[in-house]
């Protein structure tokens, strides 16, 4: 009797350490289930928010969260490249007239007043094309080989003065992604750093740096994109305006020839 007695008592006593260990051993498996739902749950709040963001502020949230170190020059780059850009297009919109109008009016001019009126008409009117058309009427008393000479380098000068600046864009294309990929270089190195430092791989240091790397690169090709469009907006532009130079440059000479036969 007094064995059986042992024998419960001692089961009763392994059982009763087994439930202590599993009450024990509950509330710590409860507490990380719970942090590995509010982690999820606070991503799914973050996508939800910036979701409902308009896309310029998430764009600025993102850029503050990625530090002033190596945002700030992808900043100033979309900034430069922007204003060098906007200059251009409104240059080239200021530049451009009625061709057909015009040509008709210089053309009138000749035949009924002359040379003369042709050239202050020329003179008074804005643009690449009057400009040429200048030029031509100018050396008309030197003969029509001076003309086309003129008009021909005259054009050429006109086209540099619409590319002015371009190099300048196209340098700010190349360094935006670059200077965000340094970034993320200097990024990663700061992660592993970290990394080292507390001896072992803690997600949130490693996520938060390899975040913050990422960030740069992401703004990077952002800015490298935006000033890319404007870029190829600018060289067709400049293409079109290019091609009623030469056009409207026949037609000077045509129309000196003619009136030369008078």
Request: net charge negative; aromatic share 8%.
């Amino acid at each position: 009797m007094k064995k059986l007695f042992l024998v419960l008592a001692a089961a009763t006593l392994s059982f009763g350490a087994a439930y202590a260990q599993d009450a024990n051993e509950a509330p710590a498996q409860d507490v990380a289930v719970e942090q590995v739902v509010e982690a999820e749950a606070a991503e799914v709040a973050e996508v939800e928010e910036l979701a409902g963001e308009p896309m310029h502020f998430a764009l600025m949230k993102k850029f503050l969260e990625g530090g002033w170190g190596w945002m700030l020059p992808v900043l100033v780059c979309l900034v430069l490249g922007l204003a060098i850009a906007i200059e251009r297009i409104l240059y080239l919109t200021f530049a451009q007239i009625n061709t057909k109008k015009f040509i008709a009016e210089v053309e009138n001019l000749l035949n009924t007043q002359g040379i003369e009126a042709a050239k202050e008409y020329c003179r008074n009117t804005r643009g690449p094309i009057a400009s040429i058309y200048y030029q031509g009427l100018m050396r008309y008393d030197q003969g029509l080989e001076a003309v086309e000479k003129a008009v021909v380098s005259y054009g050429s000068v006109q086209q540099g003065q619409m590319e002015s600046g371009l190099s300048w864009i196209s340098l700010f294309i190349a360094l935006s992604p670059s200077l965000g990929f340094m970034g993320t270089v200097v990024g990663m190195i700061q992660a592993f750093d970290d990394i080292q430092a507390q001896a072992t791989i803690s997600p949130a240091v490693v996520a938060g740096g390899i975040k913050v790397a990422l960030l740069t690169t992401m703004m990077g090709l952002i800015s490298a994109v935006i000033l890319q469009v404007f870029f190829n907006y600018i060289l067709s532009k400049i293409e079109g305006e290019v091609v009623k130079m030469e056009d409207t440059s026949i037609t000077l000479v045509d129309m000196l020839t003619a009136y030369s036969k008078r």
